[in-house]
């Protein structure tokens, strides 16, 4: 089993910053990618940000050029710097490990953190 335990986020001025955390522990070798979604009110789930062990990245269009997903120690703790903060990204961040065994695929999440952006 794997654990994943987020923080940062909180309240910032548009054009401000934040760095979120993921941090995850227990049968950590399993983790194939770590994912950051977001869920706005009244949005469906989206996925933001991903990395992969082999240090691959994907950033979904909205965050592009804004955002940095980062790994440290393969993928046990991962960050995302969020630069350049508007409105739109107030939402609820999640932190997803996908993870693999003989027994197949396993997702872990982290219990989500509140990022507001506003005036």
């Not at 910053?17 to 049968?27: F, M, N």
């Not at 977001?38 to 990395?51: C, F, H, M, T």
């Not at 909205?62 to 703790?77: D, E, H, Q, W, Y």
Request: hydrophobic share 35%; proline share 3%; net charge negative.
């Amino acid at each position: 089993h794997v654990q994943v335990v987020q923080s940062g986020g909180g309240w910032v001025q548009p054009g401000g910053s934040l760095r979120l955390s993921c941090a995850s522990s227990g049968d950590t070798d399993c983790i194939s990618a770590i994912n950051w979604y977001r869920q706005a009110p009244g949005k469906e789930r989206e996925l933001s940000a991903a990395i992969t062990r082999a240090g691959g990245t994907f950033y979904d269009d909205p965050v592009k050029g804004r955002f940095t997903i980062s790994s440290v120690n393969a993928l046990s703790t991962v960050y995302l710097q969020m630069d350049s903060l508007k409105p739109g990204d107030t939402a609820i961040y999640l932190c997803n490990a996908v993870c693999y065994t003989e027994e197949g695929g396993m997702d872990y999440w982290g219990k989500g953190t509140l990022v507001t952006v506003s005036s």
